[in-house]
């Protein structure tokens, strides 16, 4: 068998791509057909964290715009994500896989806490850790959850699902001349404000040397290449 690229890595999948081609909520086609990808990997041997978003469902920074309470707002896009990682947990049991939902805000007749030390021996045993609730705190992103994770858990990678080829210059939903880079630096991305994870995310993975790849989850083989080694999407990493 060919050699996996990673042994561990951190999986940001955003509450967008789960509502597939609507524009909210959670879409099981869409979910199942992410899971199928994530099976192929997983039992290839690889070691697999996922960090799921809730922007499908709810955005605290939105809702502080319309007047309420951040924190509050916050909270609510935090347990969000928790709705989002049982809906997933499922779908990834479907495929036979194991799995655990840690979550960063202590549910537990829902799911484990948060805990470190188990999240690792978690991913160890083979078992895809499904880390919720962000990072348990009002003013983050689940972008900055994936980086905090993936350094916490000692990934090689982050790697971003999302629903396009990669990164761009400009919206290519939008912009038909939108062109996309293959490689950048962490700095390109925050000096052109480029798309790819919030800054505090960026700024966390590139004081950490942690490489971020970004690629279309919504392209069938797209996950397997990305963890084989295969040049897909946009990779961002060095140039400090
Ligand atoms: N959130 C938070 N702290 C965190 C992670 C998330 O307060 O550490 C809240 C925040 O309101 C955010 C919402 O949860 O808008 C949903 O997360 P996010 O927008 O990152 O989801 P995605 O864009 O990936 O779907």
Redo the contacts with the bound molecule.
């Keep these: 068998m060919d050699k996996l690229r990673y042994s561990r890595v951190l999986f940001?999948?955003?509450?967008?791509?789960?509502a597939g081609p609507a524009e909210y909520g959670v879409d099981p086609a869409t979910i199942t057909g992410f899971c199928e990808e994530i099976a192929k990997t997983v039992e290839k041997g690889l070691q697999l964290s996922l960090v799921?978003?809730?922007?499908?469902?709810?955005?605290?920074?939105?809702?502080s715009a319309a007047g309420m309470e951040r924190?509050s707002?916050?909270?609510?896009?935090?347990l969000?994500?928790v709705m989002?990682a049982l809906a997933v947990q499922d779908a990834l049991e479907k495929q036979g896989l194991q799995t655990r939902v840690l979550s960063?805000i202590s549910m537990r007749e829902v799911c484990e806490p948060y805990i470190r030390r188990r999240a690792v021996r978690h991913l160890e045993k083979g078992r895809v850790v499904i880390c919720a609730?962000?990072?348990?705190?009002?003013?983050?992103?689940?972008?900055?959850?994936a980086a905090l994770r993936a350094m916490e858990l000692k990934c090689e990678a982050i790697i971003k699902g999302t629903k396009v080829d990669g990164v761009y210059d400009k919206d290519p939903m939008k912009h038909k001349d939108a062109v996309k880079f293959d490689r950048l630096t962490y700095m390109d991305v925050l000096e052109r404000q480029l798309r790819v994870m919030?800054s505090t995310a960026i700024s966390l993975a590139m004081d950490n040397n942690m490489p971020i790849v970004v690629f279309n989850m919504f392209t069938r083989g797209n996950l397997d290449r990305v963890v084989m080694g295969e040049e897909v999407g946009t990779t961002v990493e060095g140039g400090k």
């Design positions: 940001k999948l955003s509450g967008e791509a789960l799921i978003g809730g922007g499908n469902i709810f955005r605290g920074v939105s809702s924190s707002a916050d909270y609510m896009g935090m969000a994500t989002n960063a609730a962000g990072t348990g705190n009002p003013y983050f992103t689940t972008d900055t959850a919030d």
